[in-house]
């Protein structure tokens, strides 16, 4: 039915759940693409605190971390007979859910499967909810996968 899945991977046991359901709906015949997205973030500091922050150091960080999860994303995918593209996205200033989209209008996607964490109340508000939006703007139809 679908030919071409993306998954947003994040390193989270959730996104794991989505990941296998892609696998499933895949079923050896759909193709699959992952896509890691760096999130820019602020912290609220002052003045002195940036001072003694690296930067570089911080980015590296984040890349490496980003480039781990799509790689054993893709090894679960590759134990399962499969294979998968991968893709680490950093587009500074764009909302997460945004890059998501564009990407699957880019790779020509049939579905997005991404998982929900399933928050609600307060941490829901203050965390916010990247598979919202997704859902809220997404060009493709989107398959939600929530966390056990």
Do not use: C
């Not at 109340?121 to 703007?137: K, M, T, Y």
């Amino acid at each position: 039915m679908y030919q071409r899945i993306l998954v947003p991977i994040d390193g989270s046991a959730a996104a794991e759940h989505a990941l296998q359901e892609a696998i499933k709906l895949a079923a050896g015949k759909a193709q699959l693409r992952l896509v890691y997205v760096i999130e820019e973030k602020t912290y609220p500091l002052d003045a002195e605190a940036y001072a003694f922050i690296d930067y570089a150091a911080l980015q590296k960080a984040v890349r490496h971390t980003g480039e781990r999860a799509l790689a054993q994303a893709a090894e679960k995918v590759r134990r399962s007979g499969m294979t998968a593209e991968t893709a680490l996205l950093d587009v500074p200033g764009e909302r997460v859910a945004s890059v998501i989209d564009g990407e699957a209008l880019n790779w020509a996607a049939d579905l997005i499967v991404i998982s929900t964490h399933g928050r609600s109340g307060l941490s829901r508000l203050l965390l916010g909810s990247v598979a919202e939006d997704v859902v809220r703007g997404a060009s493709v139809p989107v398959l939600l996968v929530r966390a056990e």
